[in-house]
């Protein structure tokens, strides 16, 4: 079944499940060379007047390093296929070509990949970076979830949106 757009306000999914119980892969690159990562702490909502993600991504992700250097990056959700998680949310592109051992076909669209087999992919532009500081924890508890390292958080505008 192919893809088809549709507006960020029309994704009729519960937003917070889609990221915490289906996860996203997040995608980055270009044909010469790209990358993944299963993700499943995030952000979608509004910010400076535009429909947004936010995704937060340690440094020493090898999917990082396409982030930092490209303009877009795509989030895909691939409904129940755990599998592909599996390989992508514990293999490190350095060491194995995911596209590869995954089996899913990319996409090259808006300056970025995605994946074909996706029921939903969100497109985005970044808009605003900046690293976690664990100086400006109000909880400390969070604390719990780093140790020695946070996350940078990418805010990225929606620029399209396409589901199955």
């Not at 079944?1 to 960020?8: F, G, S, T, V």
């Not at 029309?10 to 060379?33: F, H, M, P, T």
């Not at 936010?54 to 090898?62: D, G, L, T, V």
């Not at 995954?102 to 990949?113: I, K, N």
């Amino acid at each position: 079944m192919a893809l088809k757009e549709i507006k960020p306000s029309e994704i009729k999914e519960n937003l917070i499940a889609l990221i915490r119980d289906e996860w996203a892969l997040v995608c980055a690159g270009n044909e010469q060379k790209h990358n993944m990562m299963t993700a499943s702490w995030g952000f979608f909502g509004e910010m400076w007047g535009k429909d947004c993600v936010i995704a937060a991504i340690r440094p020493q992700r090898y999917t990082y390093g396409f982030i930092e250097e490209n303009d877009t990056f795509a989030l895909c959700f691939m409904g129940d296929n755990k599998a592909v998680h599996k390989i992508c949310g514990s293999k490190s592109g350095r060491d194995i070509d995911k596209t590869k051992e995954t089996g899913l076909t990319p996409v090259f669209s808006d300056g970025t990949v995605y994946f074909a087999e996706a029921r939903l992919v969100v497109i985005v532009k970044k808009m605003y970076a900046d690293t976690i500081k664990p100086e400006n924890f109000i909880d400390k508890s969070a604390l719990k979830w780093y140790d020695g390292d946070t996350h940078k958080l990418f805010v990225a505008e929606i620029i399209k949106v396409l589901e199955k």
